[in-house]
């Protein structure tokens, strides 16, 4: 069995972004070998998520705004935020938007549904933090 891992790294210029990694994804497929496997894209922080949807604007819109309903941004609202931090809502949009995503690999390429992407979602950004590409198959 093959194994390849590689790690991207982010440092958004906004608190929260919604970036397309799945070109990123798809390079290391092909750098790894693998023709059939399984492909995991793992967040490595508790306050950004990797996750698969739809690439279309107004629908990345309507993620952050959903959030922000759920989980809105406030200094004073969260418990965790006690600790001094102020990321409280960070942590639960990530929570609710997902840690990993995992992916089939079929004759060398991510085996995607119609229209699936592959996304980071950041949601505590404006510092540097990193994805975890795990690749294994034959
Ligand atoms: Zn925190």
Redesign the pocket.
Known sequence: MKSYTQYLWFNTKNRQEIINITAQVEEAVKKSGVKEGLCLVNAMH??SSVFINDDEGGLHHDFLEWLEKLAPYSKNKYR?NL?G?D??D??LKRTIMGRAVVVAITQGRLDFGPWEQIFYGEFDGQRKKRVLIKIIGE
């Open positions: 508790i306050t965790h600790t931090e990321n409280g960070a942590h």
